[in-house]
DNA sequence: AGTAGAAGGTCAAAAAAAGTCAAAGTAAAG
DNA sequence: CTTTACTTTGACTTTTTTTGACCTTCTACT
């Protein structure tokens, strides 16, 4: 009794599997497919290809826009950062920010290299601090910069 | 399944390529190759061969007319990061702000991990857009960052 | 010099995709 | 049988591309 939702993801795990990791769709071409609205698909995307779950998604508008799922490999440090990323929810002010990186580090997770960009990213002098907004920014910055460096 | 676009862009970066950083071109001539509007031509060397992104257009009209774009070749490493970083001053776009990080790379100044992280950090999920004070944050962020990796 | 025709430029409307959000419907748990 | 969680649907938004009508600038020819 599996609903439509779940044939869509049996339908896009299939895709790729045979595509190795990375396949692109066209939204509106799918939901034409399996006869549901296109805002379907985006809820597939969005219950069923997380970042936890390993999946990336990229898309573009547009004429011949598309929308691409990346599957992450699952070593352990992604394991890791996938974790910390998904713990990155409240507003971090600069310190817990720096905090975070410099633990990133210190287990292996990131480079040297990575840890000097993401420190100068989310620095004041970068964002600013103080209000809510300001950190809320620094979050973003510091989850999306993670959800790239696990994509790599 | 590239837009048309994307095609008349490829085809134009293989011509620059193999005419190392010089071409011209007949405006109706191409639109005609892709079967397109002569404006469409404009659309992608709006879009896409922005002095951001490190390219120069020149054009003529009338008979004879034609439409030149420049690879501009940046002089030393060091130089050009310098100039990079000191143009960074009035507030950037998503998209402005994107096409001096592929500039970058498309130079080798920086890495390919190098730019996915950038792009990250200032892309619009991570910092959101239309106001001017968050293109101001995206502007220091990209400032704070390059400096970083070139430690200047 | 004056003008016709040849290019290229501009701008805005239409079209093509994808995203968001909330309401309505179902299934599962208690 | 009620409450809660999960799905489905649809209306509306935003982004990006494509098209076309009209404008400006140049060259060449009389």
């Keep these: ?60 508008r547009g004429g011949g826009g598309f929308v691409r799922i990346i599957k992450v490999k699952l070593n352990s440090k992604n ?3 996938k974790n910390i990323i ?21 287990n292996n997770l990131i480079s040297q290299r990575d840890r000097i960009i993401l420190e100068a990213a989310i620095s004041k002098k970068s964002i600013g601090f103080n209000d809510d907004e300001k950190n809320n920014i620094r979050t973003q910055v510091l989850k999306n910069t993670l959800k790239a460096i696990f994509k790599i």
Tied chains: 1, 2.
Excluded at 17 to 39: H, M, Q, T
Excluded at 44 to 54: N, P
Excluded at 86 to 106: H, N, W, Y
């Design 1 to 60: 009794m599996s609903s439509l939702s779940d044939k869509i993801e049996n339908y896009l795990r299939e895709l790729i599997k045979r595509y190795e990791g990375e396949v692109e769709i066209k939204r509106n071409r799918l939901a034409d497919d399996f006869n549901c609205a296109p805002s379907q698909i985006n809820y597939v995307l969005d219950t069923r290809f997380t970042v936890e779950r390993g999946y990336i998604i990229e898309s573009r």
């Design 79 to 81: 394991e890791a950062i």
């Design 86 to 106: 998904k713990q990155l929810e409240s507003p971090l002010q600069p310190k817990e920010a720096k905090g975070i990186v410099k633990r990133l580090f210190d």
